[in-house]
């Protein structure tokens, strides 16, 4: 029954010839969770506050926020069946290595929690975020997701204040927030 969980879940990914030893291993130890994780994903299916674009380019955020080039290219594909262009992937590419470099400075300042880091500025130029192709809105929302991926809590703090300031819902922020937990999930098993 696992096995065909497997061949499922990979198929859902498009990556049916992916041979994996990880997924393998948890087929072989009868683990339970490899369903919960296709069960997880495919969850995501019904989320209404995300559409399926904004999900795959979300996913492809976390994949390469993790260096996982197969879910990254699996969830690329899923995005440009979703109508993304790839100005937008490429976006979502950006976003995670520009919110990587912030995270990494934020969280620093934020361990520290003196006033003379806070002072001091960031340096780091960030062009992307002033008009990014899919808007602010769904930027502001990646960049809160990658934060909260990368343990940033001023980061978070900051993008999901800018997000509710512009009328985003919780429930929408948190469609994202649990997605991203998802795809870290599937991240450390389809590798």
């Not at 809590?153 to 819902?169: D, N, P």
Request: glycine share 4%; aromatic share 6%; hydrophobic share 45%.
């Amino acid at each position: 029954m696992l096995a065909e969980t497997k061949n499922d879940l990979l198929a859902d990914l498009g990556l049916e010839d992916l041979q994996n030893e990880t997924i393998d291993a948890l087929v072989a130890g009868d683990s339970r969770y490899l369903k919960d994780l296709r069960m997880n994903l495919s969850g995501m299916k019904r989320v209404k506050e995300l559409n399926a674009k904004e999900q795959a380019l979300i996913a492809v955020a976390i994949a390469n926020n993790y260096n996982n080039k197969i879910v990254q290219k699996a969830f690329a594909a899923k995005a440009e069946e979703a109508g993304a262009t790839s100005a937008e992937i490429a976006e979502a590419l950006a976003c995670a290595s520009l919110l990587s470099a912030n995270n990494v400075l934020y969280r620093f300042r934020h361990f520290m929690g003196r006033d003379s880091y806070d002072k001091m500025p960031a340096g780091l130029r960030m062009n992307i975020m002033s008009s990014p192709v899919m808007g602010k809105e769904f930027f502001e929302l990646m960049s809160t997701a990658v934060s909260a991926v990368n343990g940033c809590e001023r980061c978070i703090q900051s993008h999901e204040a800018s997000l509710l300031q512009m009328g985003t819902s919780e429930k929408r922020v948190w469609a994202a927030i649990r997605l991203s937990a998802i795809i870290t999930s599937l991240c450390k098993v389809v590798y």
